[in-house]
């Protein structure tokens, strides 16, 4: 039996293939938001009745066009899964690579479960949710939302302290900071009942939040 040892050219090889994966995964991470928050602020300026001061991002999904935002969505997902796997094969040990997968596989399920027309939005629809009630997707979207967002504030704060021990004091502030003022924009529009101030204060920290995930994967990528 010959050992890597025995063989370094060999080991250098594999050694870069796998630098080269990882690489790729993490590269996913970086380009995710930008792609999700293009394609969204190009849908909302652009979708008849649509209006960023009283609608959520997840509206989108409905009308003729709604397949852009569900497909945005399997994306976004899929591209977070990826980075979430290349931050695990580039720092094995934790569960900010867990939390940050699970809030990918949170995108998927919201593109798969579609949010209900609310709000005047596609154009037509009454103020609210039609009747009143909420559909079985509806509710299936807002739960992986929920668990979704709870987990990528989750990573925000066990990243801050992974990058306290390691004396990196910028990036603790600024991922308690990502954290702290996401949640604040969830329960922001989760008890603002429709008020404009409360829908751009969460579509603030939506765009925090994938700041700084593509600067958490340009920090890897460069580390790995």
Do not use: K
Request: charged share 10%.
């Amino acid at each position: 039996m010959t050992s890597a040892a025995a063989h370094p050219a060999t080991a250098a090889r594999t050694c870069d293939r796998e630098t080269s994966v990882t690489r790729s995964l993490l590269g996913y991470g970086v380009i995710a938001g930008p792609v999700y928050v293009g394609v969204s602020l190009t849908e909302a300026l652009t979708r008849d009745g649509f209006d960023l001061t009283r609608h959520a991002w997840s509206l989108l999904a409905n009308g003729d066009l709604g397949w852009i935002h569900v497909a945005n969505f399997v994306l976004a997902g899929a591209m977070t899964t990826a980075f979430a796997v290349g931050l695990r094969r580039a720092h094995s040990r934790g569960w900010a690579p867990r939390l940050l997968g699970a809030y990918g596989l949170s995108l998927l399920a919201a593109g798969a479960f579609r949010a209900d027309p609310a709000q005047g939005f596609p154009r037509g629809v009454p103020g609210g949710v039609p009747g009143g009630e909420v559909s079985w997707h509806g509710i299936a979207h807002l739960a992986s939302g929920g668990v979704g967002f709870a987990c990528l504030v989750a990573a925000c704060f066990v990243l801050a302290r992974r990058f306290a021990r390691g004396g990196q004091a910028a990036w603790a502030w600024s991922s308690r900071a990502t954290g702290a003022l996401f949640a604040a924009g969830f329960l922001a529009v989760a008890s603002g009942a429709g008020a404009a101030w409360a829908n751009l204060a969460f579509t603030g920290a939506v765009v925090l939040g994938w700041a700084w995930i593509s600067a958490l994967a340009v920090h890897a990528y460069r580390n790995a």
